[in-house]
Antibody, heavy 125, light 106 residues
């Protein structure tokens, strides 16, 4: 059974940093690209970042480029999101998501078929 | 940047057919994916690559994509289909979501 479990969320002051983790199980982690998607309270889904299965390719939304860094440790089956220079508008539930097909990602992205339950990040003084 | 436009809300009578649109410039040339999200839950992929259903998704869910509009169709709507629905595409090294449509089953 595929499972994705996010952790690391919490309350942080503006300008602060936080690192999210997503522990994956039930599939060959290194074969799948992974993404982070967030949802501000009462708002829609916003894609944040994606990373290829090998970790060699990364992609970012303009809203987080230069502040957030996505990475993965395939030996630990874990996805990360390092978030720096946090702003109030970064307040959201952050989901990690698994790509639908293996050895894909990027231009051949075909949706995300499994999602974690999310971790809440609150940026406030 | 690429934009996807969805109606804020769609209503459908129980047992009837709901259609949720997703507009974008020449969206017919892109792969469109659809998600269902119920309150307090993570999104669920219901259609990928325009018209393909992941395993476990009922045949009542179907999709099409042509020109400037992609459409998610839900046949024989049930109370359990009431949710927010989002379309999604990959464009220029970015993933783009539509704003979401709230489906109400009357």
């Amino acid at each position: 059974e595929v499972q994705l479990l996010e952790s690391g969320g919490g309350l942080v002051q503006p300008g602060g940093s936080l690192r999210l983790s997503c522990a994956a199980s039930g599939f060959t982690f290194s074969s799948y690209a992974m993404s982070w998607v967030r949802q501000a309270p009462g708002k829609g889904l916003e894609w944040v970042s994606a990373i290829s299965g090998s970790g060699g390719s990364t992609y970012y939304a303009d809203s987080v480029k230069g502040r957030f860094t996505i990475s993965r440790d395939n030996s630990k089956n874990t996805l990360y999101l390092q978030m720096n220079s946090l702003r109030a508008e970064d307040t959201a539930v952050y989901y990690c998501a698994k790509d639908n097909l293996p050895y894909c990602g990027g231009d051949c992205y075909l949706g995300s078929d499994y999602w974690g339950q999310g971790t809440l990040v609150t940026v406030s003084s | 940047s690429y934009e996807l436009t969805q109606p804020l809300s769609v209503s459908v009578a129980l047992g009837q057919t709901a259609r949720i649109t997703c507009g974008g410039n020449n969206i017919g040339s892109k792969n469109v994916h659809w998600y269902q999200q119920k309150p307090g839950q993570a999104p669920v992929l219901v259609i990928y690559r325009d018209s393909n259903r992941p395993s476990g998704i009922p045949e009542r869910f179907s999709g099409s994509n042509s020109g400037n509009t992609a459409t998610l169709t839900i046949s024989r709507a049930q109370a359990g289909d009431e949710a927010d629905y989002y379309c999604q595409v990959w464009d220029s090294s970015l993933v783009v979501f539509g704003g979401g449509t709230k489906l109400t089953v009357l």
